[in-house]
């Protein structure tokens, strides 16, 4: 059985920082590309961070860039963000997942919707900011 479990989300201030993290187990996590996505309420699943199977390429949407710093590590079948300098705007579920598409560059992958490119889904962690 295929399951993504994340953890370490929260309640947090503007400004603080959260590690969430994605354990997974039921298929080879070390060759999947694996991605975050979050949803915000009223608004659709958008593509955050996603990092290719070897960890050594990434991409992030521009309104993380240089606050949230997505790694795995495939010994532990794991798969974190690290999120800096968060905002209230940041506020949203936030759903590991593992894509469907093997060696789609991440710039072309990110324009298609996220429903359609993923694989396996967890259950999602809510990160909250607020003041």
């Known amino acids: 059985e295929v399951q993504l479990v994340e953890s370490g989300g929260g309640l947090v201030q503007p400004g603080e920082s959260l590690r969430l993290s994605c354990a997974a187990s039921g298929f080879l996590f070390s060759n999947y590309d694996m991605t975050w996505v979050r949803r915000a309420p009223g608004k659709g699943h958008e593509w955050v961070s996603v990092?290719?199977?070897?960890?050594?390429?990434?991409y992030y949407r521009d309104s993380v860039k240089g606050r949230f710093t997505i790694s795995r590590d495939n010994a532990k079948n794991t798969l974190y963000l690290q999120m800096n300098s968060l905002k209230p705007e940041d506020t949203a579920n936030y759903y590991c997942?593992?894509?469907?598409?093997?060696?789609?560059?991440?710039?072309?992958?990110?324009?298609?919707?996220?429903?359609?490119?993923?694989?396996?889904w967890g259950q999602g962690t809510q990160v909250t900011v607020s003041s």
């Open positions: 997942a593992a894509v469907s598409y093997k060696g789609l560059a991440f710039r072309l992958l990110v324009l298609k919707a996220v429903e359609t490119a993923v694989e396996y």
């Open positions: 990092i290719n199977s070897g960890g050594g390429d990434t």
